[in-house]
């Protein structure tokens, strides 16, 4: 990368190699009565121009697995085809393909299709969408459910019943409201993919950003309607996923198809402002809780009620994330004994949401810590002393939720002590009477984040002996900058005991037939290391048995380390580079059954990372600026397989949170359907200078006591611990209902009126 070497989409041009462009369309609903090509197709170097009628027998993008409700209703999944076919729903929905022999004729081409709608008035705000009478997006999807949940227990509504009852019954109740705004994803490179068709065998070929090859694979396969055999996925270098580029989506289906017809690669990459109207958005949550407790502060009970939008179509796992991922957040790190939650998931006609870093993690994490908090100030006890009152103690663990998760460790006291040493709490009080005389506000959020990592536990391995004294692990997952190649190469290296000079890497390919899931969800360091660690000891294992034959001696005799095994009492020795070439020998000549080539499949139970994260803001009242002045993170990720990639993957995750509560915001016309926010002139990102002046990280390592590694992850805890962290400092720091009630993003106007509101006394 340093070089210059990286080999993204757009690095690797296939010979014969065509371009596509896709016609969208500029309406949040209505029917498509006509689309007229002819204009397009006599245009300049076009090839082809293809329409949904062209994609017939294509099965749908919308490959959401099954879910059931409430009642036993099962979870409603239209038809998402690959290109409009009769009606639109959202904005930017793909109408059209053109191909041309250069991007620019499609382009050119592209603005000479026409196409005759119906436009009919769209269904865009989440509240408007699950109110009583509204228009539906679907007719199979009454009142614009996709689906209601109740949770995981057994007996949810007697369940509901008991939490009532407490509720009713409580000395003290926090009530409040929380909304996720919708935020969009921005991976550096855009989507992008090539699709190829070979006729002599009926096989395709999509090289593609992805995060995963065999999931993609598998969700191509049946679209297209192919053997797996027969479906390809090639993934290089990514530049930035955070689930953006976990499945599929209608441009890759269709791609697949003009290249059947033309016999030549068609490839696509999409521009920026593309991508702001096809990619999958994210969030765009409603969250209602009440905290039960008694005269002590402990906590007895929560209840929630989550309004989540999904957009048009089920996005990848849209409403997997909004409920099950959401869910196994609670309670966070707290003992509450009983919890009731109730979820709707619910369709407009807006971009389809989908994963983006956190999937629900940040949504529940909010909703526990800004409820915390608003306990705290009804109780009249202190924040720190309430939160210590609640924590799970670590004698509980493993800890069984109300939920019906496990907790298998943590020590969330000692990770918020050590945060707020790290903080200098002790000292705040005197820091912010210097902002106050100096006309500022300053306020402390503090954040107790939990989130579950691994909720895919099947990953898969090879290590292989190509010959040179070389290993090479391959791997099913994709790196997309989490440095894969660095921390499993080691950690392979370690276990077999050779040089990490010699470990190669090797992944982003279908073909190695790894099975597994993609890289999400902070799933990737456990699940992998835990698969790697599996095979480096089998491995070894049958390297003994091999070297005793090679040695002439019994297994018991043998000692291995620096690479070799060693008889024991005796100079003579054998490499395991030794060992593999043999044994490759041994088995072309069918003298064995197998080399020393090793594939594992491991099954590895989720694990629950935590943290304590803490931010400091000023505020200039009379301009509504703010600045995080110093923010400190105790992370607890289990073990730790390279610290400064740890280090790496927190300061991300804190800025992408950072942009969340302060600048992130996606805005539909409620009118029209139309993104409002449609390019970044409208769309505010985080930058160098939003950052903290001040950035402390420390580490609370408690291993996992569920796979040999005692790896949690820790991918999404920045994003997860930074939201409610910056706000509950921002509500510190402006003690009005304004304040404390204030909706992310946090910009400087809403800071400005709730300081106008906080200096006139106004705790409307």
Not at 174 to 197: D, H, V
Not at 282 to 301: C, K, N, P, Q, V
Not at 572 to 592: H, P, R, T, Y
Request: with cysteine.
């Amino acid at each position: 990368m340093i070089r210059g070497k990286g080999r993204y989409m757009a690095d690797a041009a296939k010979a014969a190699q065509v371009c596509a462009v896709f016609v969208r369309t500029p309406y949040a609903a209505g029917g498509i009565t006509s689309i007229d090509t002819a204009k397009a197709v006599a245009a300049p170097g076009v090839l082809a121009v293809l329409t949904g009628a062209d994609m017939a027998g294509l099965g749908s993008i919308a490959l959401h697995p099954p879910m059931q409700g409430r009642a036993g209703a099962t979870l409603v999944n239209p038809m998402r085809p690959p290109l409009a076919d009769g009606a639109v729903r959202h904005i930017g929905e793909a109408v059209a393909m053109v191909v041309a022999e250069t991007a620019a004729q499609a382009r050119d081409a592209a603005e000479l299709v026409e196409v005759g709608y119906v436009e009919r008035t769209p269904i865009v705000d989440l509240q408007d969408a699950a109110a009583d009478g509204s228009p539906l997006v679907w007719p199979q999807a009454r009142g614009n459910l996709a689906i209601e949940w109740q949770g995981l227990i057994a007996d949810p509504d007697a369940n509901a019943r008991r939490v009532e009852a407490i509720i009713a019954e409580a000395r003290l109740v926090a009530r409040a409201s929380f909304r996720q705004q919708r935020i969009l994803i921005n991976s550096l490179e855009p989507r992008g993919a090539t699709g190829e068709f070979d006729a002599a065998d009926g096989s395709y070929t999509l090289r593609v950003c992805t995060q995963g090859v065999r999931p993609v694979r598998d969700a191509m396969a049946a679209i297209i309607g192919v053997d797996a055999t027969r479906m390809r996925i090639l993934t290089d270098d990514v530049g930035g996923a955070f689930g953006l580029k976990v499945g599929v989506f209608p441009e890759y289906a269709a791609l697949l198809v003009a290249a059947r017809r033309l016999g030549r690669p068609v490839h696509w990459m999409s521009t920026r402002s593309e991508a702001f109207l096809s990619d999958h958005h994210a969030r765009d949550t409603i969250s209602e809780a009440e905290l039960a407790m008694d005269e002590t502060g402990r906590f007895l009970a929560l209840r929630v009620r989550h309004l989540a939008n999904m957009g048009a179509y089920l996005g990848v796992a849209a409403a997997k994330i909004q409920t099950d991922n959401f869910i196994r957040c609670l309670p966070g790190c707290y003992d509450i004994p009983l919890i009731d939650v109730g979820i709707k998931c619910v369709f407009t006609n807006t971009v389809p949401t989908g994963p983006y870093r956190g999937a629900g993690r940040p949504e529940a994490s909010y909703l526990v810590e800004r409820i915390v908090e608003e306990a705290a100030r009804i109780s009249d006890i202190d924040a720190i002393e309430l939160r210590r009152r609640n924590f799970v103690a670590p004698a509980a663990m493993p800890y069984t939720t109300a939920i019906g998760t496990v907790y298998d460790s943590g020590k969330f006291e000692q990770a918020l002590a050590k945060a707020l040493d790290l903080a200098a709490y002790r000292s705040f009080e005197d820091r912010r009477r210097l902002s106050q005389a100096a006309g500022r506000l300053r306020g402390i959020g503090i954040s107790s984040a939990l989130e579950h990592s691994g909720s895919q536990p099947t990953e898969s391995c090879e290590i292989a002996f190509p010959g040179d004294g070389r290993v090479i692990l391959k791997l099913n997952v994709q790196s997309t900058g989490q440095g894969h190649a660095t921390t499993f190469g080691r950690l392979v290296a370690e276990r077999l005991g050779v040089p990490a000079e010699t470990l190669g890497h090797r992944h982003g390919d279908s073909r190695l037939e790894l099975p597994g899931y993609a890289a999400v969800g902070s799933r990737s360091a456990m699940t992998v290391s835990h698969a790697a660690i599996m095979a480096a000891e089998a491995v070894l294992a049958k390297a003994r048995k091999f070297a005793a034959t090679m040695l002439q001696t019994a297994e018991v005799n043998l000692v291995y380390g620096g690479g070799c095994f060693h008889v024991v009492s005796k100079t003579n020795s054998v490499s395991l580079f030794e060992v593999a070439d043999w044994a490759a020998q041994m088995k072309n000549g069918g003298e064995i059954g197998e080399s020393l080539d090793t594939r594992i499949t491991a099954e590895t139970p989720t694990t629950f990372p935590n943290s304590c994260h803490i931010a400091e803001v000023e505020i200039d009242p009379d301009t509504g600026a703010i600045e995080i002045v110093s923010y400190a993170a105790v992370d607890d990720c289990g073990s730790v397989l390279d610290p400064t990639l740890v280090a790496g993957q927190i300061h991300g995750g804190i800025a992408q949170g950072i942009g969340q509560a302060l600048m992130e915001q996606a805005i539909f016309d409620r009118a029209s359907g139309q993104l409002i926010t449609g390019s970044f002139m409208d769309y505010s990102m985080p930058r160098a200078g939003d950052m903290p002046a001040h950035l402390a990280l420390a580490s609370q390592p408690v291993p996992a006591t569920t796979n040999p590694a005692g790896v949690k992850g820790i991918g999404e805890m920045g994003s997860v611990a930074a939201i409610s962290a910056v706000m509950n400092a921002i509500a510190d720091a402006i003690p009005c209902r304004a304040g404390r009630e204030m909706e992310m993003p946090a910009t400087p106007e809403k800071i400005w009126r709730a300081c106008k509101a906080l200096k006139v006394g106004d705790d409307f």
